[in-house]
């Protein structure tokens, strides 16, 4: 199972470039991987998804170097509403067995006025 | 739509009852999931729906029971639960032409017993 590893917490001042680092050192040729924000009551919000290099969409970027063993979450001047924990989840296929099914620990993300 | 709503949103019950959460989704999502979620812990997986059969079940107590009655609906029917069963329910499915591995989640049911 391609296990991913995430800081449990992170503080940032308003406006700041924030980069949160998961590892996944087993993950599989086949596998993706995708971050999702969830703020308190409320379910997991899909952020960004990738395969390699670099993707970026409205809200983030994601960096995978070529060894795909680890991922970073870039958040760009980040506001107090992105004060939220944030996972990274690793995985292939849709069907029943997919290892992304499974969330980690997370990290939660504090922004300071 | 391109949501996933979960109904009710609040449910208290006692340990003797029986209830139903439910969740809906109309983006042709073929795989459907319930997780369970404690404070400041992760979701937890419980079930796993892949076209319509159960294809997943992390051990869970059978006083929960679910049941997807076709490819848009997913409940899950609660019997003499305990009080540690307090938590979030999270309804969830998965498949989309733009995030073809990405989940969309519902807001959840907050779960209490009593």
Redesign the interface.
């Known amino acids: 199972l391609a296990k991913t590893t995430q800081p449990i917490s992170m503080d940032s001042y308003e406006g700041q470039e924030v980069n949160i680092t998961c590892s996944h050192n087993n993950i599989a040729t086949n596998d993706y991987i995708t971050w999702y924000q969830q703020f308190p009551s409320q379910g997991p919000r899909f952020i960004i998804q990738g395969y390699k290099t670099k993707v970026t969409n409205e809200v983030a970027s994601l960096f995978i170097p070529a060894d795909r063993k680890s991922s970073t979450l870039s958040l760009p001047r980040v506001s107090l509403s992105d004060t939220a924990v944030y996972y990274c989840l690793v995985g292939d296929q849709l069907e029943a067995g997919a290892n992304n099914l499974f969330f980690g620990t997370g990290t939660r993300l504090t922004v300071i006025p | 739509d391109t949501e ?1 709503t979960q109904t009710p949103k609040h449910l208290v019950m006692g340990m003797t009852n029986k209830k139903s959460l439910k969740c809906e989704q109309h983006m042709g999502h ?2 459907m ?1 319930w997780y369970k979620q404690k404070a400041k812990k ?4 419980m079930f ?1 729906y ?1 076209y319509e059969k159960l ?2 079940n992390e051990s869970v107590p059978s006083r929960f029971s679910p049941e997807c009655p076709n490819s848009s609906l997913l409940n899950l029917h609660l019997h003499a639960l305990q009080p540690e069963d307090s938590a ?1 329910y ?3 499915s ?2 989309s032409d733009r ?10 049911t ?1 779960l209490t017993v009593v």
């Open positions: 996933v073929r795989a999931y992760p979701p937890e997986l796993v892949s294809s997943i979030l999270l309804c969830a998965r498949g995030h073809p591995y990405g989940y969309t989640f519902g807001s959840g907050r």
